[in-house]
């Protein structure tokens, strides 16, 4: 398996979509810049905001669009071709309403479960033949409530959960990028169960 060389976070560009559940993708990439004491800027021909990192003495290159989620698919497709970067050497993170607050899981390939974010890679690419971070948001109980649950901003105990499960996420992630993804999946989730908290 190649090694990670692209992490994409989906999200909605601007202040008003900040906090909410549907930019839990972009709360992941803004964590690990933060951590790694990194700024994005524009980089417009790419359409996303982009940074760059060193993990475990590997480059990685971070990428934020700033399409919205329906149009993400652009700004990955332009990087992977500038970059000459291969899908399966990409990550993508992303909310996930079948996941509740607190979990998080890697994935490789399979369908986009009608996250808009990645049925636009999906339509760019031709495929899904990427590694996925999905980050637990829950589910609001009736599917004519998730436009206005992703698009809405979590309760203060769910936004710690969900945050709790992207530093679990990013913790492990030197694992991913050296390419040893079964470690990095079993480490992640086999750790702190959902809602557990951090006893602190």
């Known amino acids: 398996m190649n090694r990670l060389r692209l992490i ?7 202040a008003e979509h900040l906090r909410t559940r549907h930019n839990a993708g972009f709360w992941f990439v803004d964590s690990l810049a933060q951590r790694e004491g990194v700024r994005f800027g524009i ?3 790419l359409h996303a905001e982009t940074a760059k990192i060193s993990l475990g003495g590997e480059s990685l290159l971070l990428l934020k669009p700033i399409t919205f989620m329906n149009k993400s698919g652009i700004a990955i497709a332009s990087a992977l071709r500038y970059y000459k970067i291969e899908p399966d050497e990409m990550l993508v993170a992303h909310d996930d309403l079948d996941l509740p607050p607190g979990a998080a899981r890697f994935k490789f390939d399979g369908g986009h ?3 808009n974010g990645l049925r636009d890679t999906f339509a760019h690419l031709g495929h899904g033949r990427f590694h996925r971070l999905r980050i637990g948001i829950g589910h609001p109980g009736h599917k004519d409530r998730v436009t206005s649950w992703v698009l809405g901003r979590p309760g203060s105990n769910d936004e710690q959960a969900i945050l709790g ?32 908290g951090n006893g602190e």
Do not use: C, W, Y
């Open 43 to 45: 980089e417009s021909k």
């Open 165 to 196: 499960s992207i530093g679990n996420a990013i913790d492990v992630l030197p694992l991913t990028v050296a390419g040893n993804f079964n470690e990095a999946m079993k480490r992640l989730h086999t750790g702190r169960e959902p809602g557990m």
């Open 8 to 14: 994409v976070g989906l999200g909605n560009p601007g």
């Open 113 to 115: 479960g009608g996250q």
